[in-house]
């Protein structure tokens, strides 16, 4: 019965590893100024200073961009990606505020999944998806 036991919760503990969902965002900054930020869709700030943020379970609506000191929370006035990795399911997509400085070039790139998915500085944008599982995603500024 032990050994049934020991068994029965290994294969389970196994399976559970398996399905775990993890994804990490990474950061560039080119640029020489500015501070890489990364906020939740409730504005819990997640990221500053180009740390890579990883979290384990997906990650809905998250906002990243170079704060210059003229962004707002989340962003606002700032060019920012619009990210959700999901696994089967991860998005993201460039948005542009037009303002009297200009924007960086903004880049970003899945990997470990979806490899080459992305944008390079687009003057336009149209949300790029990524159906892998536990997919990443960088974030170049600059």
């Given amino acids: 019965m032990f050994k049934i036991t020991v068994a029965f919760l290994t294969t ?8 775990a969902e993890t994804h990490t965002v990474t950061f560039t ?9 990364l906020w939740s869709q ?7 200073g180009g740390a890579a943020y990883t979290t384990n379970g997906p990650a809905y609506d998250l906002i990243a961009y170079l704060q210059d000191g003229t962004c707002g929370q ?10 959700t990795l999901a696994n089967g399911d991860s998005s993201a997509e460039i948005f542009f505020v037009a303002r009297e400085t200009e924007d960086p070039c903004v880049s970003f790139s899945f990997y470990n999944g979806c490899d080459g998915i992305g944008e390079t500085c ?15 995603i960088e974030i170049t500024f600059c």
Avoid at 29 to 37: A, F, I, L
Avoid at 124 to 135: F, G, I, R
């Fill in 12 to 19: 389970v503990l196994a399976v559970l590893q398996a399905n």
């Fill in 122 to 136: 687009p003057t336009t944008s149209s949300p790029k998806t990524c159906a892998a599982d536990n997919v990443d």
């Fill in 42 to 48: 409730s504005g819990q700030l997640l990221s500053s």
């Fill in 74 to 83: 989340n962003g606002a006035n700032c060019t920012v990606v619009d990210v």
């Fill in 29 to 37: 900054n080119n640029c020489g100024y500015g501070t890489p930020e």
